[in-house]
């Protein structure tokens, strides 16, 4: 499996980017997901989203909740 193109990479993103979250702050977030998620082994990535978004406002919390879904359906069709 290839990675994702630019346009697909912006769709993924777009909610939180819409939410008011900077592309620095996005990219951030990602690469601490993405390196628990490794060290893990993929166990605590529930534990991992929860934990980067508990305390954020609603409309955040809501936005990564479609970022999330946004990835899993990206990842099914490639």
């Not at 346009?7 to 702050?25: K, M, R």
């Not at 060290?39 to 980067?52: F, H, N, P």
């Amino acid at each position: 499996m290839g990675g994702f193109t630019s346009e697909q990479s912006y769709w993924v993103i777009q909610p939180v980017l819409a939410a008011g979250l900077a592309l620095d702050e996005v990219r951030d977030h990602l690469f601490h997901l993405a390196f628990d998620a490794i060290v893990s082994e993929g166990r605590s990535t529930v534990a991992a989203v929860a934990s980067l978004v508990g305390e954020q406002p609603t409309h955040l919390r809501a936005a990564w909740v479609e970022v999330v879904d946004r990835m899993i359906t990206l990842h099914a069709t490639t």
